[in-house]
């Protein structure tokens, strides 16, 4: 699958050999504050468990997986946007529920590029039927990763207990039908 540029964005399906670059947006304490509680990502975690996750749910040919956001002027990479069923490491996985998920070096925050992403990715991904939402999900003090969530369309569901085999935390959860 491909994704076609937006209005100032590109993107590009990322595979293993991204592990630098997945390196860098994770080096930020404030990037990583929802995630992580503001600690960095080791090369070891990028390398034995983030790369090991992301190619467990990675398809290229339905889009699942992580899409590298660039600047499409400077080519500049700024962050990327996450596909893969719901609850894909539990034993229920939702495969007509897509989740987005998003992370985006500090420097392009507050300028609109994680909502054009994240749309831009929903849109191509919609015209598959067989997807019946899009959801999203994330930490209730995190305002910038719902507000991507509501300038996309998304509604607010509830507030539940995340479970993943690496972590469990209280997260709000939105979605969108796929009309």
Same mark, same amino acid.
């Given at each position: 699958m491909k994704i076609e540029n937006s209005a100032r964005l590109s993107y590009r399906l990322m595979d293993a050999n991204d592990a630098e670059?997945?390196?860098q947006l994770d080096q930020d304490p *404030?990037?990583?504050?929802f995630i992580s509680d503001g600690e960095v990502s080791s090369r070891e975690k990028i390398n034995n468990v983030f790369i090991p996750r992301m190619q467990a749910y990675r398809d290229a040919?339905?889009?699942w997986g992580l899409w590298q956001i660039n600047i499409?002027?400077?080519g500049e990479y700024i962050g990327w946007v996450l596909v893969r069923p719901m609850y894909f490491f539990s034993d229920n996985p939702e495969f007509d529920n897509l989740e987005l998920g998003w992370r985006f070096f500090q420097s392009s925050w507050g300028k609109g590029?994680?909502?054009e992403a *994240?749309?831009?990715i929903k849109n191509s991904l919609s015209e598959n039927k067989t997807y019946r939402a899009f959801s999203a999900i994330a930490d209730e003090e995190n305002l910038g990763s719902i507000g991507v969530m509501k300038n996309i369309g998304m509604s607010y569901?509830?507030?539940y207990r995340h479970i993943d085999p690496l972590f469990e935390c209280e997260?709000?959860?939105y979605q969108i039908a796929n009309l």
């Amino acid at each position: 699958m491909k994704i076609e540029n937006s209005a100032r964005l590109s993107y590009r399906l990322m595979d293993a050999n991204d592990a630098e670059l997945l390196f860098q947006l994770d080096q930020d304490p *404030a990037v990583m504050k929802f995630i992580s509680d503001g600690e960095v990502s080791s090369r070891e975690k990028i390398n034995n468990v983030f790369i090991p996750r992301m190619q467990a749910y990675r398809d290229a040919d339905k889009g699942w997986g992580l899409w590298q956001i660039n600047i499409s002027e400077t080519g500049e990479y700024i962050g990327w946007v996450l596909v893969r069923p719901m609850y894909f490491f539990s034993d229920n996985p939702e495969f007509d529920n897509l989740e987005l998920g998003w992370r985006f070096f500090q420097s392009s925050w507050g300028k609109g590029y994680a909502s054009e992403a *994240a749309q831009q990715i929903k849109n191509s991904l919609s015209e598959n039927k067989t997807y019946r939402a899009f959801s999203a999900i994330a930490d209730e003090e995190n305002l910038g990763s719902i507000g991507v969530m509501k300038n996309i369309g998304m509604s607010y569901l509830k507030t539940y207990r995340h479970i993943d085999p690496l972590f469990e935390c209280e997260v709000a959860y939105y979605q969108i039908a796929n009309l």
